[in-house]
């Protein structure tokens, strides 16, 4: 797609960054924003999968960090933000409300084998 003369990615596809091949997202465009679901892999290991609001992980997803340790939930502007579960490296669970990226008073669950 074009606009005002400029291609724009627009649609499903692929982007690889020039700097880190190991960088890369694969999803949905919008006028050359990651808009919709998508999957983006971060060189360090770490990886969101998830909805995307004008390039931001924004309505459901999975973020897998590099150690393992995973959240699953609802993220607002690239945080995780409402009721969600994050699992640390050793397998203990934690739920309960993510507020901003931070989730105090969160309920300590179980420890799940691995």
Not at 14 to 37: K, N, P
Request: charged share 20%; net charge negative.
């Amino acid at each position: 797609m074009k606009k005002d003369g400029v291609m724009l990615r627009h649609g499903r596809g692929r982007f690889v960054d020039g700097a880190s091949e190991d960088q890369t997202y694969e999803g949905e465009w919008c006028d050359d924003m990651m808009q919709g679901r998508g999957t983006f892999c971060y060189q360090s290991g770490a990886k969101y999968e998830g909805e995307f609001v004008a390039n931001k992980y924004h309505g459901h997803g999975i973020f897998v960090f590099p150690d393992g340790a995973t959240y699953e939930g609802p993220f607002e502007l690239n945080q995780m933000h409402g009721v969600g579960k994050y699992t640390d490296a050793q397998g203990v669970v934690w739920s309960g409300k993510f507020y901003n990226g931070v989730g105090p008073g969160l309920s300590h669950g179980s420890v799940v084998a691995k």
